[in-house]
C-alpha cells in the first residue's frame, strides 16, 4: 500500500504554501516531516485529513495498482495539544469509540486491555478527562487512533510538549504500531526525528522532498539536514 | 487642533474601512473576486470609503428615526386619551433623562482611540474634546430634521423643536463634567450605563415612560418643556469644567488600562464559565449506548448551564401567573390587561428568543466537546453527524420547552382574564404560539451552528456569514417587536412559519451539514 499525491497544490489567496506536490509514502515506514516554521507542514496534514479544500491534486491510496480515494476511517490525526472530550471519563470515551465503531475493530479487547497498552493507571481512568494530565490525554488520543487501526496515522507534533517518560512510550508504541500502515511525523526537533523516523522528508518551498541518509551517521545526517533547511532560508 | 480633527477622522476611517474589508473578505463569492492585497487596491479603497461614509451619515439618522418615529410613535400608539404635545413633550423628557447618563460618548472606550493616545501620541485634551464634539454634533444634525419633522405634525412650536437638539446635545455636558469630577475626587473613570444605580435608573424612567400613556396621565407640557430648555443653561455652565479641565492624558490612560482590564476578566470569565460548566464529579452516569450515551452525559454533566436556568425561569413564570392570578382577583383593570397582552404577543417572540437556551447549549457543544471531538474522523462521517444532530435537536427542544410552556401559560392565563369562549380561543392559541417559537429558535440556533460553524480551532467566533445570519434574525424579532398584529393573525402565521422552516432547515442539515460541520482554522 502506497499513499500517492499527486500535484497537490494549496493556495492562501495567491500565496502558494504547497506548490504541485509529487510523492509516494510507503507502508510500514514512519516519515518525519520537517519544515521550518509556516513552512505549511500543518496545512499539509489539513489537506490529506480533508480539514481544508486543495487548490489542486489528488491524493489517494494505492493497492495492488488500483487506486483509491481516502475515507475518513483511513485517517488517523492527532495533533500536538490533546484534544479530548473533557466531560466524560476515561472509560466513557473509550466506551463511546468502542461502541461507534465496534463493526470495524479487529481483535477487539475489553476496556481495561486498551488502558493497560498505553499505561493508563487503573486510579486514573474513572477520572473525568478535564482532570487528566496533558500526557495522560495525550496517550489517550493516541489509543483511540490506535484502536481505530487507520492506514495513515497523521501526527501534528505530538511529543513536542510530553514529559521524557511518556514521550519515550509514545515512541515505543509508534514502532509497535508502524507494520500495517503509513505514519507521517512533523517535529521540530531533530534527535526524535532521526531517532524514531524510517524516513525524514522535507517539506521545501512547498514540495516534498527525501533527505537521503547515504552512508552518513547520524551527526553527518543531521547537518546535512540543517544545511538543507538553511538553503530553504537562502532562496 | 485641525490636525488632532484631521488624525480623528483619519483613525476612525481607517479601523472602520479594515473592518469593512474584514467582513468582505469572509462573504462566500464577494472573496472570490476581491483582490488579495486590498488595502493596496485604490478602486477598492474609494469603495470602502464611500461605505465608510454611508455608514457615518446612516448612523447620525437611523438612531434618530428610530428613537422618535420608533420609541416615541410606539408610546403613542398606548394612550388614546393624551393630546400629541404632552405626549410627545412627556416622552421626549422622559426618553432623554436616560440617555444623559447612559448614552454619553465622553472618554468611553474604542480601538481608535486606543491608537490615538497610546501609539500616535496624539494631544490628549483635543483629541477628548474633538471625539465628544463630532458626538454632539452629530447629535444636532441627526436630530433637528426629524424633531421638526415629527413635531410640526404633532402640533408643537417651531422653536421648540429647533432647540431640542441643543438641549440635548447640551445636556450631555452634565454626565462629561461629572466623569471629570468623580476623577479627580476617586481616581476611578466613570463610564455612561455602566453602573447598576445607571441602570435602576433608565429602567425606572423607561417604566415611567411606558406606563404613564397606559395608564392616561400625562405631565404639563409646559414642565416638560421648561425641563428640556433647562438642559442648556446647566449644560453650558457644566462645559466649562470640560474646556478647563487639565488632566486629559492621565485620565484617558487611566480609561484605556480600567477598560483592558475589565474586557481582559470578562473574557476570562467567558471561557472558564463554559470550561467550568462541567460537574466536578463523575457519578452522573448512562445506561444508554453510542450517541445517546455520549448526549445524556453531555447534558447531565452540563446541567447548570443548561437545565438550572430554564427550571428556574419556569418557576420564575409560574410565579408571576400565580402573582397575577391573585392581583387580578382582588383588582380590577381584567379587560386593560387583556388588551395589552393580545396586542404584545410579537414583542413576546422577541423575549422568547433573548430567554432561550441554544446560544449557550451551541458554545458549550463545541468548546466542550466538538472542539476536540471533530478531530476524530468517525465523528464526522455522514450518518454520525446527522445522528447526533438529531439527538441535540430533541434536547435543546427539551430544555427551551419548559420555561417556554411555563410563560406560555402566564400569557394565556392574561389573555384569558375576560373570561369569554373568544378569551378561551385566544389563550389556547398564545400558549401554542409561545410552544412553536421556542421550538423554531431551538432549531435555528442548532441549525446556524451545524451550518455555518461559526469558532475557529481557538475557539473565537470568526464566522462573518454566522455572524450575519444571526444579527438579521435578531434584527427581523426585533422589527417584529413593534408590529401590532392581531393575535389570530400572528398566532396561525407563526405556526405555519415555524412548521415550514423546521422542514427547510432539517432539509438543508440533511444536504449540507456533513460538509459544514467541522473545525475550521
Known sequence: MRLVIEGLTKNFDKKEVLRGINFSFEEGKIYGLLGRNGAGKTTFFNCVNKDMPVTGGTISFEEDGMKKELEPDDIGYVLSVPTVPEFLTGREFLKFFLEINKDRIENLKTIDEYFDSVSILEEDRDKLLKDYSHGMKNKLQMLVNIIANPKLLLLDEPLTTLDVVVAEEMKQILRDIKPGRITIFSTHIMDLAVDLCDEIVLLHHGELEVVDKENLDDKGFKERIIAALKEEQDA | ?521
Open chain 2, 1 to 521: 487642533m485641525l490636525k488632532t480633527l484631521k488624525m480623528m477622522f483619519a483613525l476612525r476611517k481607517a479601523y472602520k474601512s479594515n473592518s469593512i474589508l474584514y467582513v468582505l473578505r469572509q462573504l462566500p463569492l464577494i472573496k472570490k473576486i476581491l483582490p488579495t492585497a486590498l488595502s493596496q487596491s485604490k478602486v477598492l479603497n474609494v469603495i470602502v470609503t464611500i461605505i465608510f461614509a454611508i455608514w457615518e451619515i446612516g448612523a447620525i439618522f437611523i438612531g434618530k428615526i428610530i428613537y422618535y418615529f420608533g420609541a416615541i410613535g410606539y408610546l403613542r400608539t398606548l394612550s388614546d386619551n393624551l393630546s400629541n404635545e404632552v405626549l410627545f413633550c412627556q416622552s421626549l423628557l422622559l426618553l432623554t433623562a436616560i440617555g444623559l447618563f447612559m448614552n454619553v460618548s465622553f472618554l468611553d472606550y474604542r480601538k481608535d482611540k486606543v491608537y490615538a493616545i497610546n501609539i500616535f501620541k496624539l494631544n490628549a485634551k483635543e483629541y477628548t474634546i474633538i471625539d465628544f464634539g463630532y458626538s454632539l454634533v452629530k447629535i444636532i444634525v441627526g436630530t433637528l430634521p426629524i424633531a421638526i419633522f415629527m413635531g410640526l405634525a404633532w402640533g408643537l412650536p417651531l422653536w421648540f423643536l429647533i432647540a431640542i437638539p441643543f438641549c440635548v446635545a447640551f445636556g450631555k455636558f452634565i454626565y462629561a463634567s461629572y466623569v471629570l469630577s468623580t476623577y479627580e475626587r476617586t481616581g476611578v473613570v466613570t463610564y455612561a450605563g455602566k453602573s447598576l444605580l445607571s441602570w435602576f435608573g433608565a429602567i425606572a424612567l423607561g417604566f415611567a415612560a411606558f406606563l404613564m400613556p397606559v395608564f392616561e396621565y400625562g405631565l404639563p407640557k409646559e414642565i416638560c418643556m421648561a425641563g428640556l430648555l433647562l438642559l442648556i443653561p446647566v449644560g453650558l455652565i457644566c462645559s466649562v469644567k470640560v474646556f478647563t479641565y487639565k488632566n486629559y492624558l492621565k485620565i484617558n490612560k487611566s480609561m484605556l488600562s480600567q477598560m483592558d482590564i475589565v474586557m481582559k476578566k470578562a473574557r476570562k470569565r467567558q471561557d472558564n464559565q463554559v470550561a467550568d460548566s462541567i460537574s466536578a464529579d463523575a457519578i452522573e452516569t448512562s445506561n444508554k449506548k453510542g450517541f445517546e450515551f455520549f448526549n445524556e452525559l453531555f447534558v447531565k454533566r452540563h446541567k447548570k448551564l443548561l437545565w438550572k436556568p430554564a427550571i428556574n425561569l419556569t418557576i420564575v413564570m409560574l410565579a408571576m401567573a400565580v402573582i397575577a392570578n391573585v392581583l387580578f382577583a382582588f383588582l380590577g383593570g381584567r379587560e386593560i390587561c387583556a388588551r395589552i397582552i393580545d396586542q404584545m404577543i410579537p414583542y413576546f417572540s422577541f423575549v422568547v428568543f433573548t430567554l432561550n437556551r441554544g446560544g449557550a447549549y451551541t458554545k458549550a457543544l463545541f468548546l466542550n466537546c466538538d472542539h476536540s471531538m471533530l478531530t476524530f474522523s468517525f465523528y464526522k462521517k455522514r450518518n454520525n453527524v446527522l445522528k447526533l444532530f438529531v439527538i441535540r435537536l430533541r434536547e435543546i427542544v427539551k430544555v427551551n420547552l419548559l420555561p417556554a410552556f411555563a410563560m406560555g401559560l402566564l400569557l394565556a392565563f392574561l389573555v384569558y382574564l375576560p373570561g369569554d369562549p373568544e378569551a378561551l380561543k385566544k389563550s389556547l392559541l398564545v400558549l401554542f404560539v409561545i410552544m412553536a417559537e421556542s421550538i423554531l429558535f431551538s432549531v435555528h440556533y442548532l441549525v446556524l451552528y451545524y451550518l455555518l460553524q461559526p469558532y475557529n480551532v481557538n475557539t473565537e467566533v470568526r464566522s462573518v456569514p454566522y455572524m450575519i445570519a444571526f444579527g438579521a434574525s435578531y434584527i427581523l424579532i426585533y422589527i417584529l417587536m413593534f408590529q401590532r398584529i392581531p393575535l389570530e393573525t400572528f398566532g396561525f402565521s407563526c405556526l405555519g412559519f415555524c412548521a415550514v422552516y423546521t422542514v427547510i432547515a432539517s432539509l438543508l442539515i440533511y444536504r449540507f451539514a456533513p460538509q459544514t460541520f467541522k473545525l475550521k482554522n
